[in-house]
């Protein structure tokens, strides 16, 4: 147990109910895909999203946007990014005919790749267009799917997220996303809780807000803070997807448990066992290294692992590395 007696504390000290704040998952491109999200369900979030899906590669019908990454769980909602108003209303009219019943617009993807054709936060730099493209996905979707946007607080000279904040409240959007940095920022320096206050204060519908959430003192903090309906979970889950359970478990004014060598050696074989399992058109699924080298920051005797489970394109060979690991940890 760490740092649950400071949480209880905390919670008695501002003597406010934090049980109905919503976890979100955010939707990261090659990090939340199928076999990442089966592991985070079991922490409950309220919400996760697949990895942010092009609306032109739905619309161009691309084997591996249609199948792999609109693979989903029941509680899966998806993200879409693009410009053109047609093909994007196509998308969003395409994902709910798979019974999708969270559609979330991208207008905070800071990546050049996506800004440069205008896609993501570049979208921010047209509130005229981006109004219409909104509109029209609203009145095209049924009445009980929920659509939402993300946005980032700025693009370049661009800096008003309450205007975008208006527009989803206007259009009774099931809730806004706000991440508390500009485009420029990219993931640098520090998220503006302070701006996500104001869109929290300029507007009655829901508004989530994600940037800088690495501990469940991180989320009660700017929870409290800034009167946010909930949080969106991103880089803090690379490798610890406890963290979910933690901010429940704060939220709830539970003691926070770390997980143990053991937990992250056993949770770390259970995803590769599901990447094997959920990927049989690949004979090993690469992306997966990523999530295994997470898993065992800051271990004793991990670095030689890490360079092995690297260069390694074997799911049983990934296997006898964790293991081998866990022999280390235990003789020393």
């Not at 320096?189 to 959430?213: R, Y």
Request: aromatic share 10%.
């Amino acid at each position: 147990m760490v740092n649950g007696g400071k949480i209880l504390e905390w919670r008695r000290i501002l003597n406010k109910d934090l049980r109905d704040k919503k976890i979100y998952i955010a939707p990261i491109a090659g990090v939340t895909d199928y076999s990442f999200r089966r592991i985070l369900r079991d922490y409950k979030p309220d919400l996760m999203y697949t990895e942010m899906v092009s609306s032109n590669a739905v619309t161009q019908e691309n084997k591996k946007t249609c199948d792999i990454m609109l693979k989903l769980h029941d509680i899966d909602g998806v993200q879409i990014f693009g410009k053109d108003i047609e093909i994007m209303k196509k998308t969003a009219l395409y994902i709910e005919s798979l019974g999708v019943k969270k559609i979330d617009v991208n207008m905070g993807c800071p990546m050049p790749k996506i800004t440069k054709n205008g896609y993501g936060a570049a979208l921010l730099s047209d509130p005229q267009h981006a109004r219409e493209l909104m509109f029209i996905l609203r009145e095209s979707l049924k009445p009980e799917t929920d659509l939402s946007m993300k946005i980032r607080v700025g693009y370049g000279e661009h800096k008003n997220p309450i205007y975008f904040a208006k527009l989803a409240e206007e259009l009774k959007l099931c809730h806004i996303t706000v991440h508390g940095r500009t485009r420029e920022q990219m993931y640098s320096g520090f998220a503006n809780w302070e701006t996500i206050k104001e869109i929290k204060e300029s507007v009655s519908i829901p508004v989530i807000g994600n940037g800088d959430i690495f501990t469940a003192k991180d989320a009660i903090e700017k929870v409290e803070f800034s009167g946010v309906d909930g949080i969106m979970l991103a880089r803090g889950i690379f490798g610890n997807p406890w963290l979910v359970g933690q901010i429940r478990d704060a939220f709830n004014g539970k003691e926070i448990i770390e997980p143990s060598f053991d937990d992250k050696i056993d949770l770390a074989i259970k995803h590769i066992s599901y990447v094997k399992e959920d990927r049989p058109d690949k004979e090993f699924y690469y992306e997966i290294r990523k999530h295994l080298c997470w898993y065992i920051k800051g271990m004793k005797k991990a670095a030689s692992i890490k360079d092995e489970i690297n260069k390694t394109g074997s799911y049983d060979k990934l296997i006898e590395l964790f293991e081998r690991l866990r022999e280390l940890n235990k003789n020393n």
